[in-house]
């Protein structure tokens, strides 16, 4: 199992930035894929970026452009979100999936979220 921390929320106001980060408690390296998802207030919640098992990124094409997850070092992630809009307001959650045959599976795993509030 793998536990996963986010932080780095917080409240800016539109067009700043803030940097998110998910820390793991087990090398996630070739053994997971890992994502960034976001859940606004009645609204279903959605993958914003993520990473192939091949460790390819993929974005959302609402945050393309804005939006950069990268590998910090094996047990952690980050998302640099950029250029804020006042709908980027979510719980934004980490999340791993177990790789079986080179292949992510189900995200499987979660962090508890963090809260980022964009102001118009």
């Known amino acids: 199992q793998v536990q996963l921390v986010e932080s780095g929320g917080g409240s800016v106001q539109g067009g700043g930035s803030l940097r998110l980060s998910c820390a793991a408690s087990?090398?996630?390296?070739?053994?997971?894929?890992l994502a960034w998802f976001r859940q606004a207030p009645g609204k279903e919640r959605e993958v914003v970026a993520s990473?192939?098992?091949?460790?390819?990124p993929t974005y959302a094409d609402s945050v393309k452009g804005r939006f950069t997850i990268s590998t910090d070092n094996a047990k952690k992630i980050s998302l640099q979100m950029n250029s804020l809009k006042p709908e980027d307001t979510a719980m934004y959650y980490c999340?791993?999936?177990?790789?079986?045959?080179?292949?992510?599976?189900?995200?499987?795993?979660w962090g508890q979220g963090t809260q980022v509030t964009v102001s118009s």
């Open positions: 999340a791993a999936a177990p790789i079986v045959w080179y292949k992510c599976t189900d995200y499987t795993y």
């Open positions: 087990v090398d996630t390296y070739r053994w997971y894929c």
């Open positions: 990473f192939s098992s091949d460790g390819s």
